[in-house]
């Protein structure tokens, strides 16, 4: 048996032991031309690794993102469009109805896929001019085809906000197409919760009412750092950036997820789920005993099980979202067999 925990939940997810000591640093100044250097030589990593103009970042979490870029869709003319199909859709829905967006909402069962022809009429008979929804529903672990998607809102003339937490550094990913997009330090970037992921291929609107600390305009003038973020949470991240955004692994990944899959959906455990998932929702068909969670945590596997919503319902995520060596996933391969035999 290996000798530590595998991490394999949604969050806080399994980081390196360089991002861990990137934490004991002594912090520096935000104000210090140290820490600038280091803000721009990781945002513009970012930038590039995801085929953006410009990315920013936030002392906060994932939602927090999302509530900056509600900002700026809040200073477009016209009404927009979001859909969902699970939890993370339905609370982009309830943060923008909280700031009063001008929107009508497309809400599918969880698990379902969206329509793209039933979406495109919508946005033609209600003369739509922007669309949010998130790339991979975490709830479930349905990705959403952001191509599908984009090229859509483009035919339309139609602006694209993507939620993309989960799909942030657990894929490759292009998102030259879209307006704007948010993920978070502590998904699949691999690194501490605590940083807000804003990725722009837009010149963030001047405002007039929205509060300072979500107007992404002030953070541009402020050349990205208005106000204080942690300099030992930005080298973390710079860290575990140049760690996982590489092709190895991606492919490391993308192999075990299939395998782990196979194993998986062989009993019908991951209805929502395909090969190329990197969160697979278990909902057991059977009753098992010993449960699930309480098997793998025995053997040294976090699963996620404590959200509202997985409680409510019984499920319990297993997800690829850190950063992980060969010997841990083959670990886990070998456990998830042995867990459907018992």
């Known amino acids: 048996m290996i000798s530590k925990i595998v991490n394999l939940s949604t969050g806080p997810v399994a980081i390196s032991s360089q991002v861990m000591k990137a934490l004991q640093n002594a912090p520096i100044s935000h104000r210090s031309q140290e820490f600038k250097q280091l803000y721009c030589k990781t945002t513009d ?45 339905n609370r982009l829905i309830n943060q923008a109805r909280a700031i009063r967006l001008k929107f009508i909402f497309h809400q599918l069962d969880w698990g379902m896929l969206f329509n793209f022809q039933e979406i495109e009429q919508i946005i033609i008979h209600k003369s739509i001019k922007w669309i949010l929804f998130c790339h991979c529903e975490t709830s479930t672990g349905v990705v959403n085809d952001l191509n599908e998607l984009t090229i859509l ?32 330090s502590g998904k699949g970037l691999a690194s501490i919760p605590g940083l807000a992921v804003v990725f722009s291929n837009i010149k963030p609107s001047l405002k007039k009412s929205t509060p300072v600390y979500l107007d992404l305009s002030h953070y541009s003038i402020k050349s990205g750092i208005p106000f204080t973020i942690s300099s030992n949470l930005l080298q973390a991240l ?20 299939k395998q782990f899959f196979k194993i998986l959906n062989s009993y019908d455990s991951v209805p929502f ?3 190329s998932t990197k969160v697979f929702t278990i909902v057991e068909s059977v009753k098992r005993e010993p449960n699930l969670v309480s098997y793998l945590r025995g053997k040294q596997l976090l699963l996620s099980e404590e959200s509202d919503y997985l409680k409510k319902r019984r499920w319990c995520q297993l997800a690829t979202f850190g950063y992980y060596r060969e010997t841990q996933l083959k670990y886990v391969l070998k456990t998830l067999k042995h867990s459907f035999l018992s």
């Open 45 to 89: 990593l970012l930038s590039k690794s995801f085929h953006v103009q410009k990315t920013f970042l936030l002392s906060g979490s994932g939602t927090l993102a999302n509530e900056s870029m509600l900002q700026d869709i809040k200073c477009i003319d016209g009404d927009g469009l979001i859909i969902s199909n699970g939890e993370f859709g």
């Open 273 to 275: 789920s395909n090969s």
């Open 153 to 184: 809102a483009k035919r339309n003339d139609c602006l694209c906000f993507v939620d993309c937490m989960s799909t942030v550094g657990t894929m490759p990913l292009n998102l030259s197409k879209v307006t704007m997009a948010t993920a978070s």
């Open 238 to 257: 710079h860290t575990s950036i140049c760690q996982k955004l590489q092709e190895e692994q991606f492919e490391l990944i993308n192999e075990y997820g």
